[in-house]
T-cell receptor, first 109, second 116 residues
């Protein structure tokens, strides 16, 4: 079956760095997405990785290792507004989006 | 980025009635549309995937006769909750994407359904 795993919840301190991991087992791979979702709102796109390596975008970076079926989202200089759920999603060989359950990130002052 | 418009944003209906939610892609052709449900403090749950002109593929446990999905054009999909009950009260979100593998899914604003 197809499966995406990410931690259910993480806690970090304002100003610190946090890494949210995502592992996947899917039938084929055509890219991995990270989304941010604040409570009561629709998810918003953060990043897309299809090749191995690190993609940096401001305070957020996303890493992919296709051989390991692994990705992480790195958030630097954490701000209180970064408190949200972070969703990992993979496009499989049929171009279907497979979603992880999301990681709730709690930022403490 | 591309825009997906979902309407209505909030709806309150009586138990036993039906509610239709629309999802429109405003500036791109949405080959695939996804419908999700999200209960408070829980993650997104995919209900069904629909490709334009085809019948929707429903996830296990989702009643296709209760949640009717129509994707008749490349810019519009609708979800109809039939014979709604209080337990159907939830946040319903649609997303749409084009055909290329590297296209992200764009989300609508969500619909807060309350069945009384």
């Amino acid at each position: 079956g197809q499966n995406i795993d990410q931690p259910t919840e993480m806690t970090a301190t304002e100003g610190a760095i946090v890494q949210i991991n995502c592992t996947y087992q899917t039938s084929g791979f055509n890219g991995l997405f990270w989304y941010q979702q604040h409570a009561g709102e629709a998810p918003t796109f953060l990043s897309y990785n299809v090749l191995d390596g690190l993609e940096e975008k401001g305070r957020f970076s996303s890493f992919l290792s296709r051989s390991k079926g692994y990705s992480y989202l790195l958030l630097k200089e954490l701000q209180m507004k970064d408190s949200a759920s972070y969703l990992c999603a993979v496009t499989d060989s049929n171009y279907q989006l497979i979603w992880g359950a999301g990681t709730k990130l709690i930022i403490k002052p | 980025g591309a825009v997906v418009s979902q309407h209505p944003s909030r709806v309150i209906c009586k138990s036993g009635t039906s509610v239709k939610i629309e999802c429109r892609s405003l500036d791109f052709q949405a080959t695939t549309m996804f419908w999700y449900r999200q209960f408070p403090k829980q993650s997104l749950m995919l209900m069904a995937t629909s490709n334009e002109g085809s019948k929707a593929t429903y996830e296990q446990g989702v009643e296709k006769d209760k949640f009717l999905i129509n994707h008749a054009s490349l810019t519009l999909s609708t979800l109809t909750v039939t014979s709604a009950h209080p337990e159907d009260s939830s946040f319903y979100i649609c997303s749409a994407r084009g055909s290329a593998a590297n296209t992200e899914a764009f989300f609508g604003q969500g619909t807060r359904l309350t069945v009384v």
